[in-house]
Antibody, heavy 118, light 110 residues
Framework: QELLVESGGGLVKPGGSLRLSCVAS????????MKWIRQAPGKGLEWVSY????????YYADSVKGRFTISRDNTKNSLYLQMNSLRAEDTAVYYC???????????WGQGTLVTVSS | QSVLTQPPSVSAAPGQKVTISCSGS????????ISWYQHLPGTAPKLVIY???NRPSGIPDRFSGSKSGTSATLGITGLQTGDEADYYC???????????FGGGTKLTVL
């Protein structure tokens, strides 16, 4: 069974940091581009970041550029999102997703909630 | 303001057909593949269409996708109450070097 499991969410104060992890099982993570996507309360889906299978191509949404860093460790079948200088508007459920073909994401984690509040 | 434009809501009766539009530009829909997602509150989004008009395994043929120029459409026939969800289109934007989603469309099956 192909699974993605996120962890690392929680409550953090504005300006703080969190590191999200996404562990894959049942498939080889390194064979796929991966995305982080979030959904703020009452809002739609928002793409956050994108990383190629080898990690040499990385893209960020303007809203997180310079604050968030995506990375991966294919030896651990894991994807990460380091989030620094967090703001209230970063409050959201964060999903990792597998890009299986031309951007179509066929596998998603269950999501991890990040709450930025004082 | 989303780069891709979807209607906020659509509705239809059980058994009927509904279409959801997604409008963009040459830098996104016009030159890249589009995918569609079904999202129920509290669950992970589910891919229902990829590469403009292909269904992943397990998605019934009641779901269809099409693309023409800078617009795309998701169609759902034989509506069921279980189809009630938010639907999002998504594609790569070559000018922005960013993945973009539509604002989402809430489907109500009356």
């Amino acid at each position: 069974q192909e699974l993605l499991v996120e962890s690392g969410g929680g409550l953090v104060k504005p300006g703080g940091s969190l590191r999200l992890s996404c562990v894959a099982s049942g498939f080889t993570l390194g064979d796929y581009y991966m995305k982080w996507i979030r959904q703020a309360p009452g809002k739609g889906l928002e793409w956050v970041s994108y990383i190629s299978g080898s990690g040499n191509r990385i893209y960020y949404a303007d809203s997180v550029k310079g604050r968030f860093t995506i990375s991966r460790d294919n030896t651990k079948n894991s994807l990460y999102l380091q989030m620094n200088s967090l703001r209230a508007e970063d409050t959201a459920v964060y999903y990792c997703a597998r890009d299986f073909r031309n951007g179509g994401c066929d596998a998603w984690g269950q999501g991890t909630l990040v709450t930025v509040s004082s | 303001q989303s780069v891709l434009t979807q209607p906020p809501s659509v509705s239809a009766a059980p058994g009927q057909k509904v279409t959801i539009s997604c409008s963009g530009s040459t830098s996104n829909i016009g030159n890249n593949y589009i995918s569609w997602y079904q999202h129920l509150p509290g669950t992970a989004p589910k891919l229902v269409i990829y590469d403009n008009d292909n269904r992943p395994s397990g998605i019934p043929d009641r779901f269809s996708g099409s693309k023409s120029g800078t617009s795309a459409t998701l169609g759902i026939t034989g509506l069921q109450t279980g189809d009630e969800a938010d639907y999002y289109c998504g594609t790569w934007d070559s000018s922005l070097s960013a993945w973009v989603f539509g604002g989402g469309t809430k489907l109500t099956v009356l």
